[in-house]
């Protein structure tokens, strides 16, 4: 067996490989359904169905695309630089904190500018937090990596700490939750959507244009390609690293903002529920694409949506329809090395055989 | 002679998805003989050794080694049918002397240093004429000490083929000679020996046969007294060059650049630069000679402000540019094309195309804050029109370039700024003929232009040819500035081992005396 390089694979091959790769772990999965009792066939109706099938389940789908679209933007714009923004969830977290303490405690703010400002403090919060590593990346080289990671852990605690300690809401005797907000501080609606439904597509837009267009967009791809060219063109890359962050951390607060005012009406642990970590993925699957990322995220919202309506309309559990989405993405990611490379089965006395 | 034939490739072809590197390729290599493989980049010389010695396996074709048919399928099996590679980048560990990097690897016991191994090593090393101590540490050793060692490693494995992938790169003159001394033992003793080059003398001085290779077939094979360099260059191109180099002379005009005591430190405070001096004129090229890493790259990026300066001073136009910024350098009309061992580490972005590559230096000083890609476009048709640079269209990435078309992009912006000073380190590294000689051309253009270009070359020959003056580098230390009217290669190389040109000028009058 030998696996070669495939050189320059056309799209009509990539299209192809993908979809073997869909069908591949469609199967695997149907497989490990019928293994627990139940038709494959009907329970991916019933996924597909529980996603789009009403105006109920579409809006369900549709909120969980929007985290996982802003969140995917921030992430995107640190991997163009290749930093790998690993602390999405604690930059949710931050950005979500940030949004609170605005919501909950400004209450001199005159009504209208309370969610103005709840992004802006949202933004600079989540920001901060991707600047710190940003920092020690640009000073020290630190490894942003762990940095990141780490990072989502002081912000999960500090959010508990807060929520069992000074922000306990008293009137919830012996319940430890954070007041929910006021009406005033939580995201108007749209289709019965919260506004984040418009927000999300014009940041796509945004930062497709700002990647594109912008001198900063420009000097981000090349720090993200080439250190020493980017040093060599006289980038200041020190900042251009930090400033980068700032960006992508604030937009992953922005999420944190729309989760905290838009979903859950306070500050709980359930702003991120791992939209930090699942944008990593739509984020690489979509080609480090901002157009795309829109639609990868839908998807991932289908499938999202899909896995809990199996789980109350089939009995079947959660970690059943997480299964799927694990085994859909091994082979989405896995597919990229039969875009990369082809693998030739030949038989280790062949070549003299082949002469003519 | 002995025509015994070690090894005999037949109608070897070998694809990589479209491209066709090697195209039924014959190739036969006796017993005894200094074979040549000889071919511009991308000719398929790599490809075809690196069926030899089991990296790749050929998609068609027959591999016969001592006269048998084999098929080899891997490099260990490759070792065990006798055939050795010594790569251009050697393959040692520093801390272990000469003797245990040679044992190590051998699988016959755990422990590496045994007396009877040092004394079958000693055996071998007599039996083919090689020379070096044993027991002295790879860190201690000169460059070609480590090249005997590498050498004696694929010998001590019993191999009787050698390969030799550009061995003389990273060697003066003095040390080539040397090589092609023990090479020589080597045949004599029965070894069948392939080195690949792209340097025409060293074929003409070493080899009994040569084969030529363009665009992955074989055109000729021949024997080297023979043949001669024009009609190797003309079966290598694959039509006929001009192989000479017409100095245009231009009029030397005012100081451009003044270095003074500069000094660089590198890793461990080496002193990568020790008190270096020089002065360059407008309208003058200045080569720069040196073995390998002996302070080229730490010079050009001082100049460009790229790499700190512990002490000295760079006058550029009068003025002191030590403290300034890379992008205050390039305002004043520096400019850099740098080729570093990675073609596209420093100076293009590979995975941009030649519009993005061309916005690189100009987009700061654009209005807005976006980027004006019409600019940029335009620049890129003017450069690729101008340069006759070979590419579909400029939204091409750069990546997908041939080697001399990537260098013209860049040679191309850098011109395109119309700089003062023009700093090219490497221009032509991995280049054909054709592309070189059309980089020397645009070099002299930008001279009598009145452009100062600091030139870092390898070829001596082109040095000499080209420049008005060439500085030779040693351990970072300036070992003498020669008019290249007067200078010799052989001093050059003895310039480029340490010593220094004015005790050679001495010797001159003694011998003179």
């Not at chain 1, 105006?55 to 163009?80: C, D, N, Q």
């Not at chain 1, 999300?200 to 390609?225: D, H, M, N, Q, S």
């Amino acid at each position: 067996m030998q696996i070669i390089k495939r050189v320059g694979a056309s799209k009509k091959q990539i299209i192809i490989i993908r979809l073997i790769a869909i069908m591949v772990a469609l199967v695997a999965s149907g497989i490990f359904i019928v293994m627990l009792g139940y038709n494959p066939i009907t329970v991916y109706s019933n996924m597909i169905s529980g996603a789009l099938g009403s105006k109920i389940r579409l809006r369900a789908t549709l909120l969980e695309m929007i985290p996982l679209t802003i969140t995917s933007l921030g992430i995107l714009v640190a991997f163009k630089m290749k930093f790998a923004n690993i602390g999405g969830e604690g930059q949710i977290l931050m950005g979500a904190f940030g949004a609170t303490y605005v919501a909950l405690f400004m209450d001199w703010l005159p009504e209208f500018l309370v969610i103005p400002v709840m992004f802006l403090v949202g933004f600079l919060v989540g920001g901060i937090w991707a600047v710190i590593p940003a920092i020690f990346k640009a000073r020290f080289d630190a490894n942003e990596t762990i940095m990141t990671l780490m990072l989502n852990y002081i912000a999960i605690q500090w959010i508990t700490y807060l929520q069992y300690g000074p922000w306990r809401d008293p009137e919830l005797k012996g319940f430890a939750k954070i007041a929910n907000f006021p009406q005033y501080a939580l995201l108007p609606r749209v289709f019965g959507i919260h506004i984040g439904l418009i927000i999300a597509p014009v940041l796509v837009v945004f930062i497709a244009w700002f990647l594109r267009r912008t001198k900063r967009g420009f000097e981000i791809t090349v720090v993200g390609e080439s250190l020493s060219t980017a040093r060599y063109a006289g980038m200041d890359i020190s900042r251009i690293i930090i400033t980068t962050m700032l960006l992508s951390g604030g937009l992953c607060g922005i999420t944190g903002v729309i989760q905290a005012a838009g979903v859950n009406k306070t500050l709980t642990m359930n702003v991120s529920s791992g939209y930090g970590f699942t944008a990593i993925i739509t984020t690489y699957l979509s080609g480090l694409n901002a157009t795309k990322v829109l639609f990868v995220s839908f998807l991932f919202g289908v499938l999202l949506q899909g896995g809990s309506y199996i789980q109350s309309a089939l009995q079947i559990p959660q970690s059943a329809a997480d299964v799927l989405q694990g085994m859909l993405l091994l082979c989405a990611l896995g597919s990229e090395f039969f875009v990369q490379y082809k693998v030739r089965f030949s038989k280790k006395n062949s070549v003299s055989s082949e002469v003519k | 002679m002995n025509k015994t034939v070690y090894v005999d490739m037949k109608n070897i072809c070998k694809t990589f998805g479209v491209i066709r590197a090697n195209h039924d390729i014959n190739f036969s290599v006796y017993k005894g003989e200094i074979h040549g493989l000889l071919g511009e980049n991308g000719a398929g010389k790599s490809t075809l050794v690196n069926m030899l010695s089991g990296i790749y396996t050929p998609d068609s074709g027959s591999i016969s080694i001592y006269n048998e048919n084999v098929n080899i399928h891997s490099p260990k099996h490759a070792i065990e049918l006798g055939i050795g590679m010594i790569h251009q980048h050697f393959k040692l560990i520093d801390v272990l002397t000469a003797a245990e990097n040679i044992m190590l690897g051998q699988k016959d016991s755990f422990f590496l240093s045994t007396k009877h191994k040092i004394k079958s090593i000693e055996n071998v090393m007599k039996k083919y004429g090689m020379e070096f101590d044993l027991n002295k540490k790879i860190s201690d050793m000169s460059v070609s000490e480590k090249q005997n060692v590498e050498i004696m490693k694929v010998l001590y494995r019993g191999s009787k083929i050698l390969i030799l992938d550009e061995p003389t790169a990273v060697l003066t003159p003095q040390e080539i000679d040397k090589l092609f001394i023990v090479l020589r033992n080597l045949a004599n003793s029965g070894c069948a020996i392939i080195i690949i080059t792209h340097k025409l003398n060293e074929i003409m001085s070493i080899t009994d046969r040569v084969t030529v290779l363009r665009q992955g077939e074989t055109i000729s094979t021949l024997e080297t007294k023979e043949t001669n360099i024009r009609q190797l260059t003309e079966l290598m191109v694959g039509k006929p060059v001009s192989l000479s180099i017409d100095k245009v002379n231009a009029e030397r005009g005012k100081l451009l650049l003044s270095v003074q005591n500069l000094t660089a430190l590198g890793e461990h405070n080496v002193r990568v630069l020790d008190d270096v001096s020089f002065d360059l004129y407008e309208g003058e090229i200045l080569g720069i000679a040196g073995v390998a890493g002996s302070g080229q790259k730490e010079l050009c990026e001082t100049i460009a402000g790229l790499y700190p300066v512990e002490k000295g001073d760079i006058y550029f136009e009068g003025e002191n540019i030590v403290e300034l910024s890379p992008r205050e350098i390039i305002e004043r009309g520096v400019s850099m094309s740098y080729i570093p061992e990675d073609r596209l580490g420093m100076g293009l972005v590979a995975s941009m195309d030649m519009v993005d590559n061309m916005l690189l230096k100009d987009y700061v000083n654009q209005p807005g804050i976006t980027v004006n890609r019409k600019v940029a476009r335009d620049k890129a048709e003017r450069v690729k029109e101008r340069l006759d640079i070979q590419a579909p269209n400029v939204n091409t990435p750069i990546r997908k370039l041939s080697g001399g078309n990537i260098q013209k992009v860049l040679l191309g912006r850098e011109m395109d700024a119309s700089p003062h000073l023009l700093i090219t380190a490497y221009p032509v590294r991995g280049l054909d003929i054709g592309a070189s000689y059309n980089i020397y051309d645009l070099l002299q253009e930008q001279k009598q232009n009145n452009v100062g270009i600091l030139y870092i070359g390898e070829d001596l020959d082109v040095l000499i040819e080209l420049c008005n003056r060439i500085m030779v580098l040693c351990n970072g230390k300036v070992t003498g500035i020669a008019d290249s009217e007067s200078v010799t290669k052989e001093d050059l190389g003895l310039m480029m081992a340490g010593e220094s040109l004015s005790s050679l000028q001495k010797e001159d009058e003694q011998c003179k005396l």
